[in-house]
């Protein structure tokens, strides 16, 4: 079975500060890709980062990190100097190749305290 | 253009109408996707159109009926709904299985239904 878990139902962070949000999966097979997406309150999901799974280098986009251990099956996210707009629910999700089916963990609430 | 556009917005129906769902897409992404949401839970995948062919449906209920009409068009066709179907319907797209590579799927911003 392929499963996402996201141990972490809410999280909060002060603003101009770090956070971590943790996301394990399992799944037997070797190649997939994995992703942090973001949903605002009422708003669009949209796509925050994505890890090829054959890649060792964690991935970056501007403020925002992965940390990927594949042997352990973790992929965490981490936010670097946290802004209000980060404030959101954050659904890590991985992708088997080649089938087109997402698999979703259950999400944690992020909180961003002015 | 990275846009998925979902019509309507909002829709309130009742359990005898028949309404559809309609999302578009022109990135030339071959995969499209109908999702389930409910509030502050995560997507339940629907249905999956591959090359515009139904590939994975989740056992939905049959008063959910998908069509996809070409390969920029997702529709989906609802009747006799229950109040337990109200929640956030998204639509999704993704460049699908090109020699075995995957991509990120890009979401609409879904439509909420409200069943009465």
């Known amino acids: 079975a392929q499963t996402v878990t996201q141990s972490q139902p809410e999280m909060s962070v002060q603003e101009a500060e770090t956070v971590t949000l943790s996301c394990t999966y399992d799944?037997?097979?070797?190649?997939?890709?994995l992703f942090w997406y973001k949903q605002p309150p009422s708003r669009q999901m949209i796509l925050v980062i994505r890890q090829e799974a054959y890649k060792q280098q964690n991935a970056t986009e501007n403020r925002f990190s992965v940390n990927f251990q594949k042997a352990a099956k973790s992929f965490s996210l981490k936010i670097s100097d946290s802004q209000l707009g980060d404030a959101a629910m954050y659904f890590c999700a991985y992708n088997l190749v080649p089938a087109n089916q997402f698999y979703f963990g259950t999400g944690t609430s992020l909180t961003v305290i002015p | 253009d990275t846009e998925v556009t979902q019509t309507p917005k909002h829709l309130v129906m009742g359990m005898t109408n028949k309404k559809s769902l309609k999302c578009e897409q022109h990135?030339?992404?071959?995969?499209m996707y109908w999702y389930k949401q409910k509030a502050k839970k995560p997507p339940e995948l629907m249905f999956v159109y591959s090359y515009e062919k139904l590939s994975i449906n989740e056992s939905v209920p049959s008063r959910f009926s998908p069509e996809c009409p070409n390969s920029s068009l997702l529709n989906l066709h609802l009747h006799a709904l229950q109040p337990e179907d109200s929640a956030l319907y998204l639509c999704?797209?993704?460049?699908?299985?090109?020699?075995?590579?995957?991509?990120?799927?890009?979401f609409g911003p879904g439509t909420r239904l409200t069943v009465t």
């Open positions: 999704a797209s993704s460049q699908g299985d090109t020699g075995g590579q995957t991509y990120e799927q890009y």
């Open positions: 799944t037997s097979e070797s190649d997939y890709y």
């Open positions: 990135m030339g992404h071959r995969a």
